[in-house]
């Protein structure tokens, strides 16, 4: 039964049918879409990494975005496009660092600015997008398509502005000191996934 519940899911038959409703679902098998999604929305962002098809096409925007009020704007829109294109926030997350990485140190933003600008727009806005692994995952679970609970989701909208007013007034005031280096205190960009025990 165990092995059963795990893959195929629950499923009760208490005779009360709106009951049996509400406990049936879950199991490995009912999230297979989500999890081949999230696989080639992984594998197109590394391809679209690897060979600098996003570089290329985001140059012109990134060498657009001088200061930082339009860094911050260019950094969290992109990241909500990346959001759209590759469906997975993940992956938009860590494009959008790699891209918008050497900007943030030219305009001396700390880095929190960068990473705000990504967290709060491209993650946070990818559960109303209905083929995103988010809004995938919300649809599995909830039975209910993206459509129904987007009008809703009062923080995928608000945070976005909220985090670009914040960060305009914020953190453009709070731009590294000319004696720190900023390249030191963005440290290196990793090349490789750390090893387990260097992260404990």
Do not use: C
């Not at 999230?38 to 060498?63: C, E, H, K, W």
């Not at 990241?79 to 997975?88: F, P, Q």
């Not at 943030?104 to 600008?117: M, T």
Request: net charge negative.
């Amino acid at each position: 039964m165990g092995i059963d519940v795990l893959a195929h899911g629950f499923h009760l038959n208490s005779g009360v049918e709106q009951l049996d409703k509400l406990f049936a679902g879950g199991g490995a098998t009912g999230m297979l879409t989500t999890i081949w999604l999230l696989l080639v929305a992984a594998s197109f962002g590394a391809v679209a990494d690897y060979t600098g098809m996003l570089q290329r096409v985001m140059a012109p925007v990134i060498n657009w975005a001088k200061g930082p009020v339009k860094l911050i704007l260019v950094t969290m829109l992109t990241s909500m496009g990346l959001n759209v294109v590759t469906a997975d926030p993940f992956v938009s997350i860590v494009l959008s660092a790699r891209m918008f990485r050497q900007q943030y140190i030219k305009e001396r933003l700390k880095p929190v600015a960068l990473s705000a600008a990504m967290a709060d727009s491209g993650n946070i806005f990818s559960n109303v997008i209905p083929w995103n692994v988010h809004g995938a995952i919300f649809a599995a679970t909830l039975g209910l398509g993206a459509a129904l609970w987007a009008p809703f989701t009062f923080t995928a909208y608000l945070t976005p502005v909220v985090t670009f007013v914040i960060a305009t007034i914020v953190f453009r005031k709070q731009q590294l000191p000319e004696a720190e280096d900023a390249a030191q205190v963005y440290g290196e960009e990793p090349s490789e996934l750390p090893e387990p025990e260097d992260l404990a």
